[in-house]
């Protein structure tokens, strides 16, 4: 049955393509003549004089004289129709050959080419062509190999090279050249009498519901012939049922394709504007703010981390002088007790003293009080005053209560340090985490 496909491609010397290997491919010479079975017809023509008797040093002598990023060749690739005889496959590719190289683009030139006809499988299922051509004018007139492929003279043709066809590189010619291959396959699938026709548009453009095929190439099939269940022919199984199922399911399978394929050129879009407003390396430059901004978090952790080092310090010396207060108190007290009087500058130094003890132990644990019957025996064992004995102990007390209530509040803010040093762990290891991934994710997309 015939279908349409015809594809086009270019070889450029600058992504290390080479016009002699791809004569070779298609022709099945060189490293590729074990299968030169696979070639039913070839055929050069357009030829210059100096390359006409072997046209292969004409695509050799393009490799070593064009420019290191110039055009070396253009391809169509076009599927001939299955039902028609061999011979009649020959004369639709030279056909289309002559429609695509004779005075293209209204030039009065013609283009050097080598199409090649290849079978495809061993049933001849698949028999499609190679279209090989340049894109520099056979003006006829006659230079040398090397000069050929050299700059264009304009004002003396001879002294220079061929001049390029710079109209193929429009799209509006690659547009009507794929409608062309449909003109010249239909009127030769109606001269021989076919009733199929081809037709270049999309099955939107035609009116058609149904949710366009894919190409799936010999290996495929011989995969499935082993049993291997390979991806493409699957897909191809699986648009093929599809097709066949109800109207309004296919609608809306094709709407739903349609919606994806809007969504991908919005993207597209999107990240073209991007590059318009922020410029083309506006990704390397949010990944370069996005590790200033770490190292910006990492030094307002550190000065937290000093601040409330500092903050703990400070308490620690505050302790430190409300302890020292505490035993000038003790100081101060004692004497004045054991003389039994209390003289003006006993009062000047004890006050301020007592003070700051009544402040440190407001907030204190207030000790037992010694019993009443208790009090005596303590006397009579000291010989002291029992009033004076329990003044003594109450102050003592109050003092020892003190330090333990400092020595707790030192553990708290110890116990607060590793804390803080743990969450502080806890928050770098997941940021590790985070930048790891960040890492992960942009060498993919760099892939």
Request: glycine fraction near 6%.
């Amino acid at each position: 049955m015939a279908i349409y496909h015809c594809s086009y491609k270019v070889g450029s010397k600058g992504k290390g393509q080479s016009a002699a290997a791809k004569a070779d491919y298609i022709l099945r010479d060189g490293k590729y003549s074990k299968r030169a079975d696979e070639v039913i017809f070839s055929e050069s023509g357009n030829m210059p004089a100096c390359f006409r008797e072997k046209p292969r040093s004409f695509w050799k002598a393009n490799d070593a004289h064009s420019r290191k990023n110039g055009r070396l060749f253009s391809e169509f690739e076009f599927a001939l129709p299955n039902e028609m005889k061999p011979e009649q496959q020959v004369d639709l590719a030279r056909a289309f050959a002559r429609k695509v190289t004779d005075r293209p683009c209204g030039e009065d030139v013609t283009l050097p080419y080598t199409l090649a006809i290849h079978q495809g499988d061993r049933n001849k299922k698949n028999v499609h062509c190679h279209l090989v051509f340049s894109d520099r004018g056979n003006d006829a007139v006659d230079r040398a190999p090397e000069l050929w492929f050299k700059r264009a003279n304009k004002k003396d043709p001879a002294k220079g090279g061929a001049a390029k066809v710079v109209g193929l590189k429009d799209r509006d010619w690659l547009q009507q050249s794929l409608a062309d291959w449909a003109t010249v396959a239909n009127k030769h699938l109606e001269k021989g009498g076919y009733p199929a026709r081809i037709d270049h548009r999309s099955l939107k453009d035609q009116g058609i519901n149904r949710i366009p095929q894919i190409h799936v190439g010999p290996a495929a099939f011989r995969m499935d012939e082993k049993d291997l269940k390979p991806e493409r022919l699957s897909r191809l199984h699986q648009i093929l049922r599809t097709n066949r199922i109800d109207k309004k399911e296919a609608a809306a399978l094709t709407a739903t394709w349609e919606k994806h394929m809007a969504e991908g050129r919005q993207y597209e879009a999107a990240e073209g504007k991007r590059e318009q407003m922020f410029g083309k390396d506006w990704r390397a430059r949010l990944r370069e703010g996005e590790k200033l901004n770490r190292a910006e978090m990492a030094q307002r952790k550190q000065k937290i981390f000093a601040d409330l080092k500092q903050q703990r310090e400070e308490e620690r010396r505050r302790w430190d002088r409300q302890f020292a207060a505490a035993e000038k108190v003790a100081k101060v007290a004692e004497p004045a007790q054991k003389a039994g009087k209390t003289t003006k500058a006993a009062e000047e130094g004890i006050e301020p003293a007592h003070q700051t003890v009544m402040e440190l132990t407001s907030t204190a644990v207030k000790p037992k009080k010694i019993a009443e019957d208790e009090q005596p025996a303590e006397a009579e064992k000291t010989g002291k005053d029992p009033a004076e004995i329990e003044g003594r102990g109450k102050l003592l007390r109050s003092l020892q209560a003190q330090l333990k209530q400092g020595q707790a509040q030192i553990k708290q803010q110890e116990a607060a340090k590793d804390l803080l040093k743990e969450n502080l762990q806890e928050y770098k290891n997941e940021d590790a985490k985070r930048d790891g991934a960040k890492q992960k994710g942009h060498d993919h997309e760099m892939e």
